[in-house]
């Protein structure tokens, strides 16, 4: 039998499962290099943390690095039902939140190491968090695609951390009543995008997809596919991100201009942006609850230890 010990949290009711111990030794405390091997490797780590009956669509997961580089309080590994992420921002507030419960880190800086890089954090004496995100930007303005049931769509894509198409012209509602239907129409985009070859950089997979809409509480509010095609319960740190790169880019938000971003159930991350060397650093916080603190039992009997995988 294998143990998993684990610490669940959520951010803006979007929730994190960081796993801490009862993982292989790895080779590498690079994070870039351990997802490859966690992903080639030891992908019954994500399965029996993600997929179902332990886990579930919309859970994403984060491991902890035995060991981390010079300079870093932790090093992380994201994943959700789909794969391997480079990024989470809603994920790394959680990661924070989590080893502040566990006294690993205290109010102030705190330093995370991730596939696409080293993140600059602030935990606050109020335990919400800062992130200061990956330099990001947007790829290509005003795309367009054709929508199979709903015609021809627009939108930016960009990348926070992770690949987003921004569309600009969804007139229909967003809030939980109609997340059955926001859910349709962004599959059918990302469907098209993939059909019509439209990627990020190098061919990168436009693997996330944001709606916007009018907020009687904030400037926006958004609906959020992620690659699993389950929906983000908070406004998302890096499709946040990605928005505040392309207002920055066409003018709208200066340097320092507060955003509030709404979620369809009504969380809000607020976030500004920092321009170093012409990269636009995205800067987003929020609050972060710890829920659960626990050991996963993997029996060696049990068919669905490394969880239900279609």
């Not at 030891?42 to 179902?52: K, M, Q, S, T, V």
């Not at 436009?206 to 406004?235: M, Q, W």
């Not at 636009?280 to 039992?297: E, F, K, N």
Request: hydrophobic share 40%; glycine share 12%.
């Amino acid at each position: 039998m294998n143990c998993l010990e684990y610490i669940d949290s959520h951010t803006g009711g979007e929730p994190t499962r960081l796993i801490l111990d009862g993982l292989p030794e790895l080779s590498t405390n690079d994070p870039a290099e351990a997802k490859a091997l966690l992903k080639n490797e030891h992908d019954w780590i994500r399965g029996a943390a993600i997929l179902e009956p332990r886990g579930s669509d919309v859970l994403v997961g984060a491991i902890l690095l035995a060991e981390q580089r010079a300079g870093a309080n932790a090093a992380i590994i994201f994943f959700n039902n789909a794969g391997y992420l480079d990024m989470c921002g809603h994920g790394t507030i959680g990661v924070v939140t989590s080893l502040a419960h566990l006294d690993l880190v205290a109010p102030g800086l705190v330093i995370i190491d991730t596939p696409p890089g080293r993140i600059r954090t602030t935990l606050h004496e109020d335990e919400s968090v800062s992130l200061h995100n990956v330099p990001s930007y947007r790829y290509l303005k005003d795309a367009s695609v054709d929508v199979a049931g709903y015609g021809r769509v627009h939108g930016d894509v960009a990348y926070g951390g992770n690949w987003f198409f921004l569309v600009h012209d969804y007139s229909g509602k967003i809030d939980r009543e109609s997340i059955d239907a926001l859910t349709a129409f962004t599959v059918a985009v990302r469907k098209a995008l993939g059909a019509a070859g439209i990627t990020g950089k190098d061919g990168a997979e436009v693997d996330h997809i944001e709606v916007f809409g009018p907020s009687t509480v904030a400037d926006s509010k958004n609906f959020v596919l992620c690659p699993g095609l389950a929906y983000d319960r908070s406004p998302c740190g890096t499709g946040t991100s990605a928005k505040l790169a392309c207002l920055y880019e066409d003018g709208v938000l200066k340097e320092g201009d507060p955003w509030h971003q709404e979620s369809v159930i009504g969380s809000i991350f607020s976030g500004t942006v920092e321009v170093r060397a012409g990269l636009v650093i995205p800067v987003i916080r929020g609050r972060a609850w710890v829920t659960a603190h626990g050991r996963m039992l993997l029996y060696d009997t049990d068919p669905f230890r490394y969880g239900i995988r279609s």
